[in-house]
C-alpha cells in the first residue's frame, strides 16, 4: 500500500492536538487515516455516513485508554465543531482525534466555540510526481533558497500523471477504461453528496453544466460575465457557484500577483482543476498539473512548516505574462513557465524576474529534454523539476 506524504507529519502532530485533514472526494484521505490508525497501536474508525457509527459518535462511546479516534466526514453534523470541542477537553489526557472530510473544514463553523488553538489543519492532495517516485523524505528548501533540482527522473511517471492524473484509484489502474468509469462516478456522487450534504442549490442542473465548462477553460482567465452569458444566470449564482466549486475542492484558482512595487493585472483569476485527468487539451493539462504540484508545494510549508505562502500568476497591462509566482512571507521566491515544448527561454519570464527581483526562475518543458541555464534562468525536463517538489 502506498505511503502517503502527510503520514509522518500528521503522526506527529498528533501527540499534542487534534488533526483535520482536508481534501477532495476520493484523493486518499480514508486510506491515510486507517494507515495512520494501523500504526496507533489501540484506537478506532468512524464515519458519519454509516447510521450506526453516528450512533456511537452521537453517544460518544469511545475506546478506553490511550488511543486513536479516527472521524471521517464529521463535517456534515451541524453542530460538530462544538462538539468536538467538548469531547476533546474531555478526553484530551487519554484519546487521540483525527478528522479528515472532503470539505474545507477550516471553513465551515456551522454555530458553537471556536477549536482555536487544538487542533493542526492538512490538506491532502492527489499524487504528485515526488509522492509516485518515493522520493526519500528530505528537508525542503528555506525560502529564499533555491529548489534541489535531481539529477535523475522518469519521464515514464511524467507521461501517467498526463494521462490519469493523481487520483490514486485511475493513477494505479492504469487503464483508460478505469479512469472513466471513475470519473463518471465521482463528478456524481460529488453533486449528488457532497454539495446537496452541504449547500442548499436550487438550480444543481447549471451548476454541474459550469463544471463541465471549467474543464474546458482550465489555465484560462476566468471571467464569471462570459461564464453567466453561457450559462444564462446572474453573476451572483455563478461567483456563488465558483465559491462552492473551490470549497469542496472541485477547482482552485490562482490570483494575479500585486504588490506595492507592482501593479498587473488585479481582478481575474485563473482557474484550475483537481482532478487533471478531466481537462482535455494537453497545453491546459500539463499547465494545470504543475500549478496542482506548486500547490501541493506551497500548502505543505504552510500546514506543516508554519510558512506564509502564495501561489500567483504575474500579468502587466501590457499583456505580458508568467504562468507562476511562488511567495513566501510576502517575499516573492521563484518563478515557473510551463511549456508543452523545449524553446527559448521566453522574454516574459526574464523581464518579471528583473523587475520584481525574484531569486529563482524556470521555465519547465513538458516533452523537453535539455537543462541549461540562461540569464540565470533555468530550463529543464518537467519531470526534474517535479522531483524537486514535495
Given amino acids: 500500500m502506498l505511503k502517503r506524504y502527510l503520514q509522518e507529519p500528521v503522526i506527529e502532530d498528533l501527540k499534542e492536538k487534534m488533526v483535520f485533514v482536508a481534501g477532495p472526494r476520493q484523493v486518499g484521505k480514508t486510506t491515510l487515516a486507517k494507515q495512520i490508525l494501523d500504526t496507533a497501536g489501540a484506537g478506532e474508525y468512524f464515519s458519519w455516513d454509516r447510521r450506526q457509527d453516528r450512533k456511537e459518535i452521537r453517544k460518544a462511546r469511545w475506546p478506553g485508554g490511550d488511543a486513536l479516534v479516527v472521524l471521517d466526514e464529521l463535517h456534515k453534523y451541524r453542530h460538530w465543531k462544538r462538539w468536538l470541542k467538548g469531547e476533546f477537553d474531555k478526553h484530551r489526557g487519554h484519546l487521540r482525534f483525527l478528522v479528515t472530510g472532503s470539505a474545507r473544514m477550516d471553513i465551515y463553523r456551522r454555530g458553537g466555540d471556536s477549536l482555536q488553538g487544538r487542533y493542526h489543519h492538512y490538506r491532502l492532495h492527489p499524487l504528485s510526481y515526488a509522492e509516485v517516485e518515493g522520493t526519500p523524505r528530505r528537508e525542503l528548501p528555506s525560502p529564499g533558497e533555491p529548489l534541489s533540482i535531481p539529477s535523475w527522473g522518469s519521464a515514464e511517471t511524467m507521461e501517467s500523471l498526463m494521462r490519469f492524473g493523481g487520483f490514486p484509484e485511475p493513477f494505479l489502474a492504469q487503464s483508460e477504461r478505469a479512469l472513466r468509469r471513475w470519473q463518471k462516478e465521482r463528478v456524481d456522487r460529488f453533486f449528488r453528496e457532497d454539495v446537496r450534504d452541504l449547500e442548499a442549490i436550487r438550480d444543481m442542473?447549471?451548476?454541474?453544466?459550469?463544471?463541465?465548462?471549467?474543464?474546458?477553460?482550465?489555465?484560462?482567465?476566468?471571467?464569471?460575465?462570459?461564464?453567466?452569458?453561457?450559462?444564462?444566470?446572474?453573476?451572483?449564482?455563478?461567483?456563488?457557484?465558483?465559491?462552492?466549486?473551490?470549497?469542496?475542492?472541485?477547482?482552485?484558482?490562482?490570483?494575479p500577483y500585486s504588490s506595492r512595487s507592482f501593479r498587473g493585472l488585479r481582478k481575474m483569476p485563473k482557474v484550475y482543476l483537481w482532478d487533471t485527468s478531466l481537462v482535455s487539451d494537453e497545453g491546459a493539462r500539463f499547465e494545470n498539473l504543475v500549478a496542482l504540484h506548486l500547490l501541493k508545494f506551497c500548502h505543505y510549508l504552510e500546514d506543516h512548516q508554519g510558512y506564509r505562502t502564495e501561489l500567483a500568476y504575474l500579468r502587466s497591462a501590457g499583456g505580458r505574462e508568467v504562468d507562476f509566482l511562488v511567495s513566501c512571507q510576502r517575499k516573492p521566491w521563484f518563478l515557473v513557465e510551463a511549456k508543452v515544448g523545449e524553446k527559448q527561454i521566453e522574454k516574459s519570464i526574464r523581464v518579471f524576474r528583473e523587475q520584481l527581483k525574484v531569486p529563482f526562475a524556470y521555465q519547465v518543458?513538458?516533452?523537453?529534454?535539455?537543462?541549461?541555464?540562461?540569464?540565470?534562468?533555468?530550463?529543464?525536463?518537467?519531470?526534474?523539476?517535479?522531483?524537486?517538489?514535495?
Fill in 365 to 390: 518543458a513538458l516533452h523537453g529534454t535539455g537543462d541549461f541555464v540562461q540569464e540565470d534562468i533555468r530550463c529543464l525536463p518537467a519531470h526534474r523539476f517535479l522531483a524537486a517538489l514535495i
Fill in 205 to 255: 442542473s447549471s451548476m454541474q453544466l459550469l463544471a463541465d465548462m471549467l474543464a474546458d477553460r482550465a489555465a484560462s482567465l476566468l471571467s464569471i460575465n462570459s461564464l453567466r452569458e453561457d450559462l444564462e444566470v446572474s453573476h451572483r449564482a455563478v461567483s456563488h457557484w465558483m465559491d462552492i466549486l473551490e470549497r469542496l475542492y472541485y477547482v482552485f484558482r490562482v490570483r
